[in-house]
């Protein structure tokens, strides 16, 4: 008990913990062994030396191999392409790699010991409070992006990728996030879509030139041509019968010829909006499929030219796929604003999806390319009690680019029918 008192203040070594074990226990009486009882025991000793040595060799060895596995970890750690860090329980970052560091332009020392929020852009705040606490509650990992702000001010965006992990015994648990630099990524994705933007107007304008040159062209022709036939006389009653036939397949390809003007782009979608649009494709759609179409909320939202498009093409497609595939010969449909995006819904009570059919088929993924080209979306589910609910979102113009919309608007006052092409009608209007 001395020698324990004495040794206080400093670590004990292994000679002085065996001796202190041994303090409470009688040594063994060597005048009662007999010289080949001794000479047993010395050589016992003399083998459990051997296997100490052997064991404190082996023990060296596993040291240094796990010395050189913990460099060449840290080695992999520190030189990743991308940034690691662990935080505790408060948000608190208690490691982190190099490459993390060198993202925020910040030595790694002056890393450790502050919050993960510090560095979040005000605008991704919010997010990251809701992510850090279903973090904390669950186990699943997440996968979420925020901005961050650099050292200098600039700004990078990530994507993260993160689970809690249990420490057990060593301590509490921890939150391990793996933290991609997404910034380069994000800003190639915005110059692509403004390029898309760019040839999405581009073929607008020539759907536009060629639908006015097929209506103002072979439209007219026609006209001209039925003109001629009805000015004809002293026909026989023969030529009067194979003129009449004529004038009906005139009448038939002056209405395709109208058509298909319209399908190429329709003049009341750049005249007067989406909603003229969307009632005279209600017609068209009764007239071609027999689908009746009810517009219950239809309001006017600014758009430009590609995003217009964007939505009436995929209301125009998703009819028609109600028409063709629902089994049903009615459906709904709405245009409404929607936290600055403009939704076009389109329901029916049909079939409804199957198991595997949402996102599958190539129109919908070419459709869903299609509004994502301008920054939209599509959104398939079932509708409540059965059928289909399909959702597609384009931006909302802003003030600058929606003084058109609001020009155009102050004519969506006349009745919407006065505008409506008339099928039967190829001449100018």
Same mark, same amino acid.
């Given at each position: 008990?001395?020698?324990?008192?004495?040794?206080?203040?400093?670590?004990?070594?292994?000679?002085?913990?065996?001796?202190?074990?041994?303090?409470?226990?009688?040594?063994?009486?060597?005048?009662?062994?007999?010289?080949?009882?001794?000479?047993?025991?010395?050589?016992?000793?003399?083998?459990?030396?051997?296997?100490?040595?052997?064991?404190?060799?082996?023990?060296?060895?596993?040291?240094?191999?796990?010395?050189?596995?913990?460099?060449?970890?840290?080695?992999?750690?520190?030189?990743?392409?991308?940034?690691?860090?662990?935080?505790?329980?408060?948000?608190?970052?208690?490691?982190?790699?190099?490459?993390?560091?060198?993202?925020?332009?910040?030595?790694?020392?002056?890393?450790?010991?502050?919050?993960?929020?510090?560095?979040?852009?005000?605008?991704?705040?919010?997010?990251?409070?809701?992510?850090?606490?279903?973090?904390?509650?669950?186990?699943?990992?997440?996968?979420?992006?925020?901005?961050?702000?650099?050292?200098?001010?600039?700004?990078?965006?990530?994507?993260?990728?993160?689970?809690?992990?249990?420490?057990?015994?060593?301590?509490?648990?921890? *939150?391990? +996030?793996?933290?991609?630099?997404?910034?380069? !990524?994000? @800003? $190639?994705? #915005?110059? /692509?879509?403004?390029? %898309?933007?760019?040839?999405?107007?581009?073929?607008?304008?020539?759907?536009?030139?060629?639908?006015?040159?097929?209506?103002?062209?072979?439209?007219?022709?026609?006209?001209?041509?039925?003109?001629?036939?009805?000015?004809?006389?002293?026909?026989?009653?023969?030529?009067?019968?194979?003129?009449?036939?004529?004038?009906?397949?005139?009448?038939?390809?002056?209405?395709?010829?109208?058509?298909?003007?319209?399908?190429?782009?329709?003049?009341?979608?750049?005249?007067?909006?989406?909603?003229?649009?969307?009632?005279?494709?209600?017609?068209?759609?009764?007239?071609?499929?027999?689908?009746?179409?009810?517009?219950?909320?239809?309001?006017? *939202?600014? +758009?430009?030219?590609?995003?217009?498009?964007? !939505?009436? @093409? $995929?209301? #125009?497609? /998703?009819?028609?796929? %109600?028409?063709?595939?629902?089994?049903?010969?009615?459906?709904?449909?709405?245009?409404?604003?929607?936290?600055?995006?403009?939704?076009?819904?389109?329901?029916?009570?049909?079939?409804?999806?199957?198991?595997?059919?949402?996102?599958?088929?190539?129109?919908?993924?070419?459709?869903?390319?299609?509004?994502?080209?301008?920054?939209?979306?599509?959104?398939?589910?079932?509708?409540?009690?059965?059928?289909?609910?399909?959702?597609?979102?384009?931006?909302?113009?802003?003030?600058?680019?929606?003084?058109?919309?609001?020009?155009?608007?102050?004519?969506?006052?006349?009745?919407?029918?006065?505008?409506?092409?008339?099928?039967?009608?190829?001449?100018?209007?």
């Amino acid at each position: 008990m001395t020698s324990k008192r004495r040794n206080t203040g400093h670590t004990p070594t292994l000679r002085e913990l065996a001796r202190a074990r041994l303090a409470d226990k009688p040594l063994a009486d060597l005048d009662a062994l007999t010289r080949p009882e001794i000479r047993d025991l010395l050589h016992e000793l003399e083998v459990h030396k051997v296997e100490l040595q052997i064991q404190n060799e082996q023990l060296i060895e596993s040291r240094l191999a796990a010395e050189a596995s913990s460099e060449r970890y840290r080695d992999l750690y520190d030189s990743a392409p991308i940034g690691f860090v662990a935080l505790d329980a408060q948000g608190t970052i208690v490691e982190s790699n190099l490459p993390f560091a060198v993202q925020l332009g910040i030595p790694r020392s002056r890393v450790i010991g502050r919050k993960l929020a510090s560095f979040v852009a005000p605008r991704s705040q919010d997010r990251w409070h809701l992510e850090r606490r279903a973090l904390g509650l669950g186990s699943e990992r997440r996968t979420f992006e925020l901005e961050f702000t650099r050292r200098d001010g600039s700004a990078m965006h990530v994507q993260l990728v993160g689970a809690r992990r249990e420490l057990g015994h060593a301590g509490e648990d921890q *939150v391990h +996030l793996a933290v991609l630099d997404v910034t380069e !990524l994000r @800003r $190639a994705e #915005r110059a /692509l879509r403004a390029a %898309v933007t760019q040839v999405s107007l581009v073929e607008q304008r020539e759907r536009r030139k060629l639908a006015a040159e097929l209506h103002d062209g072979a439209g007219q022709l026609i006209s001209l041509a039925l003109l001629k036939l009805r000015v004809l006389s002293g026909a026989s009653p023969a030529q009067l019968a194979a003129m009449r036939e004529i004038e009906e397949i005139l009448t038939e390809t002056s209405k395709c010829v109208s058509s298909l003007s319209f399908e190429l782009s329709p003049p009341l979608l750049h005249d007067l909006g989406l909603r003229a649009a969307a009632q005279w494709l209600a017609e068209d759609l009764q007239r071609r499929y027999g689908l009746a179409v009810e517009l219950r909320e239809l309001e006017d *939202v600014p +758009l430009d030219d590609a995003a217009s498009s964007a !939505l009436y @093409r $995929a209301m #125009r497609e /998703l009819l028609i796929n %109600v028409a063709k595939h629902s089994g049903v010969r009615t459906a709904r449909v709405s245009i409404l604003p929607d936290r600055g995006m403009a939704c076009v819904t389109v329901e029916d009570a049909g079939v409804g999806l199957g198991s595997e059919a949402e996102g599958r088929g190539f129109g919908l993924l070419a459709l869903r390319e299609r509004l994502a080209e301008v920054g939209g979306s599509l959104e398939m589910a079932q509708a409540l009690g059965g059928g289909t609910r399909a959702v597609a979102r384009v931006p909302i113009a802003d003030a600058t680019t929606s003084n058109r919309a609001s020009d155009a608007s102050s004519k969506r006052s006349t009745p919407v029918e006065s505008a409506h092409p008339r099928s039967d009608r190829a001449g100018p209007r």
